[in-house]
Protein backbone atom coordinates (compact mmCIF):
# COMPACT_ATOMS: atom_id res chain seq x y z
CA UNK A 1 0.00 0.00 0.00
CA UNK A 2 1.28 2.92 -1.24
CA UNK A 3 -0.13 5.78 1.30
CA UNK A 4 1.84 8.45 -0.43
CA UNK A 5 -0.42 7.75 -3.64
CA UNK A 6 -3.38 7.42 -1.56
CA UNK A 7 -6.18 4.60 -1.90
CA UNK A 8 -9.28 3.51 -1.12
CA UNK A 9 -10.18 0.50 1.13
CA UNK A 10 -14.12 -1.10 0.80
CA UNK A 11 -15.59 -1.30 4.23
CA UNK A 12 -19.29 -2.65 3.44
CA UNK A 13 -20.99 0.03 1.98
CA UNK A 14 -18.21 2.78 3.80
CA UNK A 15 -14.74 2.97 3.03
CA UNK A 16 -11.44 4.21 4.19
CA UNK A 17 -9.61 5.98 2.34
CA UNK A 18 -6.50 7.22 2.68
CA UNK A 19 -5.60 10.67 1.16
CA UNK A 20 -1.64 10.92 0.96
CA UNK A 21 0.20 10.26 4.02
CA UNK A 22 -1.04 11.93 6.71
CA UNK A 23 -4.89 12.45 6.17
CA UNK A 24 -7.74 9.37 6.88
CA UNK A 25 -10.93 9.48 7.14
CA UNK A 26 -14.03 6.98 6.84
CA UNK A 27 -17.48 7.88 5.19
CA UNK A 28 -20.82 8.61 6.85
CA UNK A 29 -18.65 9.41 9.95
CA UNK A 30 -15.42 11.69 10.52
CA UNK A 31 -12.03 12.94 8.79
CA UNK A 32 -9.47 11.52 11.09
CA UNK A 33 -5.84 12.86 10.77
CA UNK A 34 -2.62 12.03 11.79
CA UNK A 35 0.38 14.59 13.42
CA UNK A 36 3.47 12.78 13.49
CA UNK A 37 5.16 14.06 16.71
CA UNK A 38 9.21 13.00 16.69
CA UNK A 39 9.57 13.04 21.00
CA UNK A 40 7.67 13.34 24.13
CA UNK A 41 9.26 16.50 24.54
CA UNK A 42 10.17 19.89 22.98
CA UNK A 43 14.11 20.78 22.99
CA UNK A 44 14.20 24.49 23.01
CA UNK A 45 17.26 26.38 24.45
CA UNK A 46 15.18 29.86 25.75
CA UNK A 47 12.61 28.18 28.39
CA UNK A 48 10.00 30.63 28.90
CA UNK A 49 9.97 30.78 24.81
CA UNK A 50 9.70 26.76 24.98
CA UNK A 51 6.99 27.10 27.18
CA UNK A 52 4.93 29.43 24.91
CA UNK A 53 5.86 27.38 21.69
CA UNK A 54 4.39 24.46 23.42
CA UNK A 55 1.58 26.02 24.07
CA UNK A 56 1.15 27.78 20.29
CA UNK A 57 1.27 23.75 19.25
CA UNK A 58 -0.90 22.14 21.44
CA UNK A 59 -3.46 25.01 19.94
CA UNK A 60 -2.49 23.86 16.58
CA UNK A 61 -3.32 20.43 17.62
CA UNK A 62 -6.88 21.52 18.57
CA UNK A 63 -7.60 23.90 15.70
CA UNK A 64 -6.68 21.02 13.15
CA UNK A 65 -9.00 19.02 15.37
CA UNK A 66 -11.86 21.67 14.98
CA UNK A 67 -11.20 21.66 11.40
CA UNK A 68 -11.78 18.11 11.00
CA UNK A 69 -14.66 17.75 12.85
CA UNK A 70 -16.41 21.10 11.43
CA UNK A 71 -15.40 19.84 7.88
CA UNK A 72 -17.09 16.36 8.58
CA UNK A 73 -20.36 18.27 9.75
CA UNK A 74 -20.52 19.93 6.88
CA UNK A 75 -20.54 16.72 4.41
CA UNK A 76 -22.68 15.56 6.59
CA UNK A 77 -25.60 18.06 6.79
CA UNK A 78 -25.43 18.59 2.42
CA UNK A 79 -27.07 15.29 3.01
CA UNK A 80 -29.16 15.29 5.70
CA UNK A 81 -32.36 17.32 3.13
CA UNK A 82 -34.64 14.20 2.94
CA UNK A 83 -37.34 13.03 0.90
CA UNK A 84 -39.20 16.73 -0.06
CA UNK A 85 -42.03 14.60 -1.15
CA UNK A 86 -42.16 12.62 1.75
CA UNK A 87 -41.77 15.85 4.37
CA UNK A 88 -44.60 17.93 1.99
CA UNK A 89 -46.98 14.49 2.35
CA UNK A 90 -46.69 14.64 6.53
CA UNK A 91 -46.65 18.02 6.79
CA UNK A 92 -50.35 18.22 4.46
CA UNK A 93 -51.15 15.04 6.92
CA UNK A 94 -50.29 16.60 10.06
CA UNK A 95 -52.15 20.02 8.93
CA UNK A 96 -55.20 18.12 8.08
CA UNK A 97 -55.18 16.33 11.77
CA UNK A 98 -54.76 19.37 13.86
CA UNK A 99 -57.68 21.08 11.29
CA UNK A 100 -59.59 18.46 12.01
CA UNK A 101 -58.85 18.43 15.42
CA UNK A 102 -60.02 22.69 16.62
CA UNK A 103 -62.69 21.79 13.93
CA UNK A 104 -64.53 19.44 16.01
CA UNK A 105 -63.68 21.45 19.89
CA UNK A 106 -65.22 24.86 18.36
CA UNK A 107 -67.61 23.66 15.33
CA UNK A 108 -68.51 25.85 12.52
CA UNK A 109 -67.30 28.84 14.02
CA UNK A 110 -63.78 27.43 12.78
CA UNK A 111 -64.80 27.35 9.29
CA UNK A 112 -66.87 30.73 9.39
CA UNK A 113 -63.80 32.40 11.22
CA UNK A 114 -60.37 30.75 10.14
CA UNK A 115 -58.66 33.55 10.49
CA UNK A 116 -59.57 33.85 14.68
CA UNK A 117 -58.07 29.92 14.69
CA UNK A 118 -55.07 30.68 12.45
CA UNK A 119 -52.13 31.41 15.46
CA UNK A 120 -53.90 28.16 17.45
CA UNK A 121 -53.41 26.05 14.27
CA UNK A 122 -50.09 27.23 13.33
CA UNK A 123 -48.81 26.79 17.71
CA UNK A 124 -50.29 23.24 17.68
CA UNK A 125 -48.68 22.59 13.83
CA UNK A 126 -45.79 23.75 15.85
CA UNK A 127 -46.04 22.10 19.05
CA UNK A 128 -46.47 18.60 16.69
CA UNK A 129 -43.75 18.88 14.64
CA UNK A 130 -41.41 19.54 17.85
CA UNK A 131 -43.22 16.41 19.43
CA UNK A 132 -41.80 14.15 16.15
CA UNK A 133 -38.51 15.77 16.21
CA UNK A 134 -39.06 17.91 12.82
CA UNK A 135 -37.07 20.86 12.52
CA UNK A 136 -37.79 23.86 10.72
CA UNK A 137 -36.41 23.64 6.92
CA UNK A 138 -34.78 26.97 7.87
CA UNK A 139 -32.42 25.26 10.38
CA UNK A 140 -31.86 22.55 8.19
CA UNK A 141 -30.91 24.93 5.66
CA UNK A 142 -28.93 27.12 7.65
CA UNK A 143 -26.38 24.22 9.10
CA UNK A 144 -24.02 23.97 6.56
CA UNK A 145 -23.33 27.52 6.82
CA UNK A 146 -22.79 26.75 10.78
CA UNK A 147 -19.95 24.21 10.30
CA UNK A 148 -18.27 25.82 7.12
CA UNK A 149 -17.81 29.39 8.90
CA UNK A 150 -16.46 27.35 11.72
CA UNK A 151 -14.12 25.17 8.92
CA UNK A 152 -12.72 28.94 7.71
CA UNK A 153 -12.62 30.09 11.20
CA UNK A 154 -10.36 27.00 12.69
CA UNK A 155 -8.17 27.51 8.78
CA UNK A 156 -7.87 30.87 10.28
CA UNK A 157 -6.72 30.48 13.39
CA UNK A 158 -4.54 27.86 12.13
CA UNK A 159 -2.41 30.71 9.97
CA UNK A 160 -2.24 33.09 13.07
CA UNK A 161 -0.48 30.38 15.41
CA UNK A 162 2.04 29.92 12.39
CA UNK A 163 2.59 34.00 12.20
CA UNK A 164 3.15 33.51 16.00
CA UNK A 165 5.47 30.85 15.91
CA UNK A 166 7.57 32.19 13.33
CA UNK A 167 8.44 35.38 15.11
CA UNK A 168 10.33 33.60 18.03
CA UNK A 169 14.35 33.87 18.30
CA UNK A 170 15.95 30.61 17.32
CA UNK A 171 12.90 28.28 15.50
CA UNK A 172 13.63 26.68 12.01
CA UNK A 173 13.69 27.73 9.36
CA UNK A 174 11.18 25.84 7.96
CA UNK A 175 8.77 27.82 10.19
CA UNK A 176 8.67 30.90 8.30
CA UNK A 177 8.00 28.34 4.44
CA UNK A 178 5.15 27.04 6.66
CA UNK A 179 3.65 30.18 6.80
CA UNK A 180 4.81 31.33 3.48
CA UNK A 181 3.25 27.85 2.20
CA UNK A 182 -0.30 28.78 4.15
CA UNK A 183 -0.44 32.10 2.50
CA UNK A 184 0.10 31.04 -0.77
CA UNK A 185 -2.48 28.53 -0.86
CA UNK A 186 -4.73 30.37 1.53
CA UNK A 187 -4.86 33.51 0.49
CA UNK A 188 -8.24 34.57 0.77
CA UNK A 189 -9.06 32.87 4.34
CA UNK A 190 -8.08 36.05 6.43
CA UNK A 191 -10.06 38.47 4.45
CA UNK A 192 -12.67 36.30 4.01
CA UNK A 193 -13.20 35.74 7.96
CA UNK A 194 -13.12 38.94 8.59
CA UNK A 195 -15.82 39.99 6.74
CA UNK A 196 -17.73 37.19 8.22
CA UNK A 197 -16.80 38.30 11.47
CA UNK A 198 -17.82 42.03 10.45
CA UNK A 199 -20.96 41.34 8.24
CA UNK A 200 -22.82 43.77 9.94
CA UNK A 201 -20.35 46.13 8.76
CA UNK A 202 -20.26 44.50 5.00
CA UNK A 203 -24.18 44.16 4.59
CA UNK A 204 -23.72 47.97 4.63
CA UNK A 205 -21.34 48.04 2.25
CA UNK A 206 -18.19 49.24 4.25
CA UNK A 207 -14.64 47.39 3.91
CA UNK A 208 -11.80 48.72 6.48
CA UNK A 209 -12.68 50.19 9.74
CA UNK A 210 -10.88 53.02 8.67
CA UNK A 211 -12.73 53.48 5.43
CA UNK A 212 -16.11 53.05 7.68
CA UNK A 213 -15.61 56.21 10.10
CA UNK A 214 -14.19 57.83 6.72
CA UNK A 215 -17.58 56.91 5.30
CA UNK A 216 -16.41 55.35 2.17
CA UNK A 217 -18.19 52.07 0.85
CA UNK A 218 -16.38 49.85 -1.33
CA UNK A 219 -16.67 49.07 -5.01
CA UNK A 220 -18.82 46.17 -5.43
CA UNK A 221 -20.22 46.66 -8.99
CA UNK A 222 -23.25 46.24 -8.13
CA UNK A 223 -22.84 42.58 -5.83
CA UNK A 224 -22.15 42.45 -2.51
CA UNK A 225 -22.12 38.78 -1.58
CA UNK A 226 -22.39 37.91 2.06
CA UNK A 227 -22.44 34.11 3.57
CA UNK A 228 -23.07 32.19 0.37
CA UNK A 229 -22.24 28.87 -0.55
CA UNK A 230 -21.43 27.65 -4.43
CA UNK A 231 -21.43 23.54 -3.50
CA UNK A 232 -18.57 23.32 -1.12
CA UNK A 233 -17.17 26.97 -0.96
CA UNK A 234 -17.89 29.88 1.26
CA UNK A 235 -18.20 33.08 0.00
CA UNK A 236 -18.03 36.58 0.87
CA UNK A 237 -17.29 39.96 -0.36
CA UNK A 238 -14.21 40.89 1.00
CA UNK A 239 -12.84 44.61 2.26
CA UNK A 240 -11.42 45.79 -1.23
CA UNK A 241 -14.87 44.74 -3.39
CA UNK A 242 -14.24 41.79 -4.87
CA UNK A 243 -16.04 37.98 -4.17
CA UNK A 244 -13.69 35.29 -2.88
CA UNK A 245 -14.25 32.29 -2.36
CA UNK A 246 -12.43 29.51 -0.02
CA UNK A 247 -13.01 25.97 -0.06
CA UNK A 248 -14.55 23.67 2.45
CA UNK A 249 -12.77 20.17 1.80
CA UNK A 250 -10.51 17.86 2.98
CA UNK A 251 -7.67 19.46 0.61
CA UNK A 252 -7.58 22.25 2.98
CA UNK A 253 -7.88 20.14 5.92
CA UNK A 254 -4.81 18.27 4.03
CA UNK A 255 -2.45 21.83 3.87
CA UNK A 256 -2.88 21.89 8.18
CA UNK A 257 -2.36 18.55 8.46
CA UNK A 258 0.55 18.36 6.36
CA UNK A 259 2.29 21.96 7.79
CA UNK A 260 1.85 20.58 11.00
CA UNK A 261 3.54 17.51 10.32
CA UNK A 262 6.45 19.77 8.25
CA UNK A 263 6.52 22.11 11.33
CA UNK A 264 6.86 19.12 14.21
CA UNK A 265 9.71 18.02 12.45
CA UNK A 266 11.62 21.17 11.92
CA UNK A 267 12.14 21.25 15.91
CA UNK A 268 14.65 19.27 17.98
CA UNK A 269 12.45 16.68 20.61
CA UNK A 270 13.55 14.20 23.32
CA UNK A 271 11.39 10.97 23.60
CA UNK A 272 9.29 8.07 22.47
CA UNK A 273 7.75 9.23 19.19
CA UNK A 274 3.57 9.80 19.22
CA UNK A 275 1.04 10.48 16.86
CA UNK A 276 -1.89 12.61 17.36
CA UNK A 277 -4.56 12.95 17.82
CA UNK A 278 -5.10 10.20 21.08
CA UNK A 279 -7.48 7.18 21.25
Not at 76 to 102: H, P
Not at 144 to 166: M, N, Q
Amino acid sequence: MNLDQGCRIDLGGSYLAVLGPWLLYMRKSVYIFALHYPGTWLQFENEESKREIESIIRGLEGIVTEAAISLSWFEASLDNFGDLQKEWEQDAELRRQIAEKISKEVGDDYHYDSDKYRALFEKQLRLKKADLGILPRSYIHKIPFIHAHTFVYAVDSFGKFLEEISVYEGVPEQVQHCLEKFNRLLPSVRKIRNSALHIEDRSRGYGSWKEKKQGKKMETNGFLGLSNLEKNQLCYTIDDGSYQRVEISPSVLNILVELSNDLLASFQWQGSPRIAPNY
